[in-house]
C-alpha cells in the first residue's frame, strides 16, 4: 500500500477538483492511516463529516475520509485512509 510522504505535495481531488496539499504528519491509528493535509491559504473549503476525497498519486480506487480539523485555522485537515 502506498501512503503520503510528510513534507511533501499531494493531490486530493474533492468532488472532482484537484487541491494540492502538503502532508504534514503520518500515523498509523489501527483501523487505518492518518494523515494531515495543509491546504494553501488561498482554498476555503469546508469539510463535512465523513466526506471523502480521492487520493490519485495512491491508486486509482484509494480513498481518504475526512476525520476533523487538527487547528483552529481551518485549514489543516485530518484523514483516514482504511487499510482494507
Known amino acids: 500500500m502506498k501512503l503520503p510522504i510528510v513534507n511533501?505535495?499531494?493531490?486530493?481531488?474533492?468532488?472532482?477538483?484537484?487541491h494540492h496539499?502538503?502532508?504534514?504528519d503520518l500515523f498509523d491509528g489501527g483501523y487505518g492511516y492518518y494523515f494531515d493535509a495543509l491546504f494553501p491559504k488561498t482554498t476555503r473549503y469546508k469539510f463535512s463529516d465523513g466526506e471523502q476525497?480521492?487520493?490519485?498519486?495512491?491508486?486509482?480506487?484509494?480513498?481518504?475520509?475526512?476525520?476533523?480539523?487538527?487547528k483552529a485555522d481551518g485549514k489543516t485537515a485530518r484523514f483516514l485512509i482504511q487499510k482494507w
Open 8 to 18: 511533501e505535495a499531494l493531490a486530493l481531488v474533492i468532488k472532482g477538483k484537484t
Open 53 to 70: 476525497c480521492q487520493l490519485p498519486e495512491l491508486g486509482e480506487q484509494r480513498l481518504a475520509g475526512f476525520v476533523s480539523y487538527t
Open 21 to 24: 496539499v502538503t502532508c504534514t
